[in-house]
């Protein structure tokens, strides 16, 4: 379940679940990039590009229709 910005909450299939934590992830990396070493960085973005890669592979696997739901969190 993704929680809106007006605190309300949306059952979401599980690729957008996915591509929604990789680009949270990917904006903690922006956020943090003046801040970090390189190798956390570069750890941060590859764990964005897992989660992606994770995304494409439910959805190809023909999963993507399978809902998160506030139940599965």
Request: charged share 25%.
């Amino acid at each position: 379940m993704i929680s809106t910005k007006n605190g309300d909450s949306k059952t979401t299939t599980c690729p957008e679940h996915l591509d929604q934590a990789a680009r949270m992830v990917q904006d903690v990396a922006y956020a943090l990039a003046d801040r970090v070493d390189n190798t956390t960085l570069t750890e941060l973005m590859l764990t964005s590009r897992k989660l992606e890669r994770l995304s494409e592979r439910v959805s190809a696997a023909n999963l993507g229709t399978v809902k998160v739901t506030g139940n599965d969190d």
